[in-house]
C-alpha cells in the first residue's frame, strides 16, 4: 500500500465509514419497521409500523439513557427489550462510529470486518439477553451464548483494531449483478415451490439467475433450463421417492 | 485376529450389488464435481444428502464417502490438463502438472496421479482398520471434559491450517459457535435467539447453512470474475499413459511421503485433504536436491500431494468413527447423514453397526479400484466436460443446490436461509474471512457446549478440571502450544510464505 497517497484517501472515507456503522447501528430497529409494514396487509402477527416507530424512538432516546442512570444509581430494574436493544446494540455502535470520525483507518477491509463481526456479536448478546444465566454452579441456557457472545465482540474489536495499527488491503469491490440475480432466483424458487411446483418453479428461477451474467445467450439458456426441469423433475419426486409438488395448484385440482 | 475377520466381513458387505452400486455412483458423482471447477465437496455432499434418505444407511453412507474421495481424484486431471484446480486439495497439483502437460507429458502426470492416490488410498484403508479398534477403546477413557479440550484441540487446528489472519480464523470459530446456539437449548428446552420463528425452533440447519456459504457464495463470488474463465486447454491428444521408468523412481519416496504425510494430517482434526496436499508439495520442495525444479514440471509435485490429500480423505474418517467428533466440514456433513438414518455417532458404532463400519472401509478400497478405472483411461470425456460453459453452469447449480435445501426439510425457509447465508459467505470472503474454521465451529458448538455443561456440573462448577484431568490437560497444552507457535512471528512468516506459494 502506498503510504502517502493511502492516507489522504483513507481519511476523507472514514466519514463514510462512520456513517454506515450509524445505519448498521440502527438496522434491527429499521429490519422490524419494514417488517411490520406486513401486518397492514394481515401477514403475520406483530407490532404495526407506527407503535414501532414510537417504542423504538422512545427507547433510543428517552428509555435507554434513564435505564443507564437508573443502573447507575443502583435501580436495577426489569427494562424492556427495545430499551436492552438499545443499550447493548445500538449505542456501542453509535460510539464506535463517532470513534471512526477521529480515526485513520490503515486496512478499511479488516476494520470494518471486525467492526461488522462485533456488531453480530452485540446483537447476539441482545438476542440472548431474556435466557436465564448461570444456576449456582450448573450453566442455564444463556450463559453460553453470553460466553462466546463476549468472546466475538472481544474478537471483533482486536480485528479492527489491526485494521487501525497495520496497513493492509482497501474494501473489496462489490459487484450487484450476479448476487442481485442469484438471490432473486433462490427467493422466487422458496415462494414458488409450494403454489407453482416444481416445473414452473424450477425454470423461471432458473432463467432468473441465468440473468446474473450478462454474457447469457438466451436459446441455448431456454434449452438447458427446460432439460435441467424434465430432469429434476423425474429426479427428486420419481427415481428419489422425495415427495414435492409437481405442477401449479389450481391446475391439478 | 480380528483384524482379518472384520475386514472380511466388510468386503462382504460392500459387495454387495446394491453397495457396489452406490459406490460406483459415489465415485462417478465424486470425480464430476472433482473435475468441474465452481462446485465444492461440502456444496455436494450437503446437496446429495437428501437424496440419501431413500437409500438404506450403509448405500447412503459408502456413496457419500466416494463423492469426498472421488472428489480428490477427479480435482487433478483438471489441475493437471487446464490448470483449473477443481478443487482447493488439488491447487498445488496444477504448479508442477499443468507444466508437465505443456511438455506433452501429461499422461504420465495423471497416470502418476492415480497410483499415488490408489496407493495412499489402500494405505489408508489399511490404517483405519488398524486404529479402528485401538481409538476405540481410547474413547472410554475420554469424559466430558477430555471431550471438550479434543474439541478445543480441533478448533485450534482448523486456525492454525487456515491461511490469513490467526485472529480472523479464530474469530470464525466463535461466529459458528454462536450460529449453533440458534434454537432450543438442548437441556432446558429454552428458545435461543429464534426470535419466536418456528423455522428455527429446530436451530440452523448444517446443510444450509454449508451450502450458503460454500455453495451459493462460491456462485456469486465467481460471476465477480464474469461467466467465462480463461482456460487454455491443452489441445493435443494425450499419448503414452505410461510413466517411464525413471518417473517411477523419482516418484516413489515421493508418493511414499505424501501418504504418511497425509494420513497424520487427516486424522488431526480441524485438518483434512487441503492442508496435506499443501503440506506435502512443501516437504518435497524442502527435500529436493535441486528446488528449483519445482514449477517447472517436477513429477515429486504431483506424486505427493495427491496422495496426501487422498490419504487425508480417507483416515479423516477415523475419528468421526471411532470419537464420533468430525475432524472437517464434509465429516460433519457425514454426521448428518448419520444422524438421518438414526445411528448416532461415536464409540459405539463399531460394536453396533460392524455392517456400517467395516462395509464403509472396504467400499473405500473398492471405490479407489474404482476411480482408477474411471479416471485413466475415461480422461477424454472427464476434459469434455469441461467445454460447457460457467454461463449455463451456474443457473444449474443453483437451481440443483435449490431443490435439494428444499427436500430437507419441505421447508421454503430453508431455502431463503441459504440464499442469505450465500450473502454472509460472500460477505466473508470480500473481507478475508475463511468460511471453514466457522463451519467447524458450527458442527461443534452443540457437542462442545454439552460437554462443557456436563463436565462443570460433574466437577462442581470447578474449572480446573479441565487441568487436573492429565489427558484434557495434555490437549489443552497442545492446543496452547500449537496456537503460540503460529503467533510467534518467525514461524508467521514461513506460514504466510506456505500460502502465497500455494496461491500462485
Redesign the interface.
Known amino acids: 500500500m502506498a503510504d502517502a497517497m493511502g492516507h489522504s484517501a483513507t481519511a476523507t472515507r472514514s466519514t463514510s465509514v462512520a456513517m454506515g456503522f450509524c445505519v448498521l447501528a440502527v438496522a434491527p430497529q429499521i429490519f422490524e419497521l419494514i417488517w411490520s409494514f406486513g401486518t397492514i396487509f394481515g401477514w403475520g402477527a406483530g407490532r404495526g409500523p407506527l407503535q414501532v416507530v414510537a417504542a423504538h424512538a422512545a427507547a433510543l432516546v428517552a428509555g435507554a439513557p434513564i435505564a443507564l442512570l437508573g443502573a447507575a444509581g443502583g435501580d436495577a430494574k426489569k427494562a424492556s427489550s427495545d430499551v436492552l436493544l438499545a443499550l447493548i446494540y445500538s449505542y456501542p455502535l453509535l460510539a464506535v462510529a463517532i470513534l471512526t470520525l477521529f480515526m485513520t483507518i490503515r486496512s478499511a ?2 476494520y ?3 467492526i ?2 462485533m456488531a ?2 452485540l446483537f ?1 448478546l441482545w ?2 439477553s431474556d ?2 444465566g448461570m444456576r ?7 450463559t ?2 453470553r460466553m ?2 463476549g ?2 465482540v472481544a ?2 474489536a ?2 479492527a483494531l ?1 485494521g487501525l495499527l497495520s496497513d493492509g ?1 482497501a ?5 450487484w ?3 442481485l440475480f ?2 432473486a ?3 422466487f ?3 414458488a ?2 403454489p407453482l411446483g ?1 416445473v414452473v418453479a ?1 425454470f423461471v ?3 432468473i ?2 440473468m ?2 450478462h ?3 438466451w436459446i ?2 431456454i434449452i ?2 427446460a432439460c ?2 424434465l430432469g ?1 423433475a423425474l429426479l ?1 419426486p420419481y427415481v ?5 409438488p409437481m405442477f401449479p395448484r389450481f391446475l391439478a385440482q | 485376529m480380528d483384524l482379518f475377520a472384520n475386514l472380511a466381513h466388510g468386503f462382504v458387505v460392500a459387495f454387495s450389488p446394491i453397495n457396489l452400486l452406490m459406490c460406483l455412483i459415489g465415485a462417478l458423482v465424486g470425480t464430476l464435481v472433482g473435475v468441474l471447477p465452481g462446485i465444492g465437496t461440502i456444496a455436494t455432499v450437503a446437496m446429495l444428502l437428501p437424496i440419501t434418505f431413500g437409500l438404506p444407511p450403509v448405500g447412503a453412507l459408502i456413496m457419500l464417502a466416494g463423492i469426498y474421495y472421488g472428489a480428490q481424484y477427479g480435482g487433478s486431471t483438471t489441475s493437471i490438463l487446464v490448470n483449473i484446480p477443481g478443487e482447493a486439495t488439488s491447487v498445488v497439483t496444477a504448479i508442477d502438472g499443468h507444466q508437465m502437460a505443456k511438455q506433452g507429458r501429461a499422461g504420465p502426470a495423471l497416470a502418476i496421479a492415480a497410483i499415488g492416490s490408489f496407493f495412499a488410498g489402500c494405505v489408508a484403508t489399511v490404517l483405519i482398520a488398524v486404529l479402528g479398534a485401538p481409538l476405540t477403546k481410547l474413547a472410554l477413557a475420554f469424559g466430558p471434559a477430555e471431550y471438550f479440550s479434543l474439541m478445543v484441540l480441533g478448533l485450534i487446528f482448523a486456525v492454525v491450517l487456515a491461511k490469513g489472519s490467526v485472529l480472523k480464523a479464530i474469530a470464525m470459530n466463535v461466529f459458528g459457535l454462536l450460529l449453533s446456539m440458534v434454537g432450543s437449548d438442548i437441556e432446558t428446552g429454552a428458545s435461543r435467539m429464534a426470535f419466536n420463528i418456528p423455522e428455527l425452533a429446530d436451530g440452523l440447519g448444517f446443510a444450509t447453512v454449508a451450502m450458503g456459504v460454500f455453495g451459493f457464495a462460491e456462485i456469486i463470488r465467481n460471476l465477480d470474475a464474469g461467466a467465462e474463465m480463461n482456460r487454455d486447454l491443452v489441445q493435443q491428444k494425450i499419448t503414452g499413459l505410461m510413466p517411464t521408468r525413471k518417473d517411477l523412481i523419482d516418484s516413489t519416496p515421493a508418493v511414499l511421503r505424501g501418504t504418511v504425510l497425509g494420513s497424520i494430517l487427516g486424522i488431526l482434526p480441524g485438518g483434512g485433504a487441503v492442508i496435506a496436499s499443501f503440506a506435502a508439495y512443501t516437504l518435497e520442495k524442502k527435500l529436493a536436491k535441486n528446488p528449483s525444479r519445482f514449477g517447472r514440471g517436477a513429477i515429486e509435485g504431483v506424486a505427493a500431494p495427491e496422495s496426501a490429500n487422498n490419504a487425508a480423505a480417507q483416515t479423516s474418517f477415523i475419528p468421526l468413527l471411532t470419537l464420533g467428533i468430525p475432524p472437517n466440514a464434509v465429516m460433519a456433513l457425514m454426521v448428518g447423514a448419520m444422524t438421518i438414518h438414526g445411528i448416532v455417532p461415536g464409540p459405539q458404532v463399531m460394536q453396533k453397526q460392524p455392517d456400517l463400519v467395516w462395509g464403509m472401509i472396504a467400499s473405500m478400497w473398492i471405490g479407489n479400484l474404482m476411480l482408477i478405472i474411471i479416471n485413466l483411461p475415461l480422461v477424454g470425456i472427464w476434459v469434455r466436460l469441461l467445454r460447457v460453459p460457467y454461463r449455463l453452469m451456474f443457473p444449474s447449480i443453483v437451481i440443483f443446490c435449490a431443490i435439494g435445501i428444499y427436500s430437507v426439510n419441505n421447508a421454503p425457509v430453508d431455502v431463503i436461509l441459504a440464499g442469505v447465508f450465500g450473502l454472509v459467505g460472500y460477505w466473508l470472503i470480500k473481507h478475508d474471512f475463511e468460511p471453514a474454521p466457522l463451519l467447524l465451529g458450527m458442527v461443534l458448538g452443540p457437542l462442545m457446549e454439552e460437554n462443557l455443561r456436563r463436565a462443570l456440573l460433574i466437577s462442581r462448577g470447578d474449572w480446573s478440571v479441565f487441568l487436573t484431568r492429565p489427558l484434557s490437560a495434555a490437549l489443552l497444552v497442545i492446543a496452547t502450544f500449537l496456537l503460540v507457535l503460529t503467533l510467534l512471528p518467525m514461524l508467521r512468516a514461513k506460514r504466510d510464505e506456505v500460502f502465497t506459494e500455494s496461491e500462485n
Open positions: 477491509q479488516d470494518v470486518g471486525g461488522v463481526l453480530l456479536a447476539a438476542a440472548s435466557l436465564q449456582g454452579f450448573s450453566f442455564g441456557a444463556g453460553a451464548p462466546f457472545g468472546l466475538l474478537l471483533g482486536g480485528i489491526t488491503p474494501m473489496a469491490h462489490y459487484s449483478r450476479g448476487p442469484v438471490m432466483s433462490i427467493v424458487f422458496a415462494l415451490i409450494r416444481v424450477a428461477s432458473f432463467l439467475a441465468a446474473g451474467t454474457e447469457t445467450r441455448e439458456t438447458v433450463g435441467l426441469t429434476c427428486f428419489l421417492g422425495l415427495p414435492m
